[in-house]
């Protein structure tokens, strides 16, 4: 008959054996994770759907340098090819990238978009920052200022998805947006990195809230990220004023 403790260690195995994790790629070191949502479990369940490491919302990433403020999403969704992933017969799209920085994760009001094809899953329409199915379907890369979302996924809860109405803030080009691939053990990764000035963000004060959002078309996974930021300058005043007590302390 088997202990307690066996049977814990047995369930523990078991899990193990099920579930894979694929871990943040060498390209992130030094960043601060905002979101870790990494790991495949039994039968390819990556909540609230399945899929494997195909559909798995690994993690959302940011870096504050002076007042730039830099955002990576790895994923093992192919967020590089503009056509999307093709998956049992069926064409799933790389959504955009929500962010909100009021502390109010009800309304996303800007949004880095990777330059990619969007379309809704139920109607297979494109969607783009001009309207549901105008054009093309792809905006150009680059972080917007949204009025509106379209949120045609199979999974709701997985919402925002896509910006359906937006203006652009800045564009990105070659030292600002940065796209790749990598490989974490077994697992394949994709990840972009966009990277803009916090001048653009209206209203921003000494301390804000960063909250960012993904998903892809169908929904079965996504990422959502908080953090509370001191902006460059308060760091610099807290710096400053630390320095100032040492050196007084000295004097005494």
């Not at 504050?64 to 093992?76: D, M």
């Not at 330059?115 to 809704?120: D, F, I, W």
Request: hydrophobic fraction near 35%; include cysteine.
């Amino acid at each position: 008959m088997k202990t307690l403790g066996n049977l814990t260690s047995a369930l523990f195995l078991l899990f193990i054996a099920s579930a894979s994790f694929a871990g943040p790629l060498t390209v992130f070191n030094g960043w601060t994770t905002l979101a870790n949502d990494d790991g495949v479990g039994s039968g390819g369940w990556v909540n609230p759907g399945y899929g494997g490491q195909n559909f798995d919302a690994e993690y959302l990433f940011y870096k504050i340098q002076g007042n730039q403020l830099s955002i990576g999403l790895q994923t093992g969704f192919d967020i590089i090819s503009q056509n999307g992933q093709s998956f049992s017969g069926h064409q799933y799209f790389n959504g955009d990238l929500a962010l909100s920085f009021d502390g109010n994760k009800s309304n996303y009001e800007y949004a880095i978009d990777f330059g990619n094809l969007t379309k809704g899953y139920t109607s297979n329409q494109t969607i783009s920052s001009q309207g549901v199915n105008t054009g093309t379907g792809i905006d150009a890369a680059g972080l917007y200022k949204v009025t509106s979302w379209n949120n045609d996924i199979y999974y709701g809860q997985s919402a925002p998805y896509g910006m359906s109405g937006g203006s652009m803030l800045v564009a990105a080009n070659a030292s600002n947006f940065k796209e790749g691939t990598g490989m974490s053990g077994a697992d394949l990764s994709f990840y972009n990195i966009f990277s803009f000035d916090l001048s653009n963000i209206t209203g921003l004060g000494s301390n804000y809230t960063l909250d960012a959002h993904w998903t892809m078309s169908c929904g079965n996974d996504a990422l959502d990220g908080h953090a509370e930021v001191p902006e460059p300058g308060s760091i610099a005043l807290l710096v400053l004023g630390f320095l100032g007590l040492l050196i007084a302390r000295r004097k005494i």
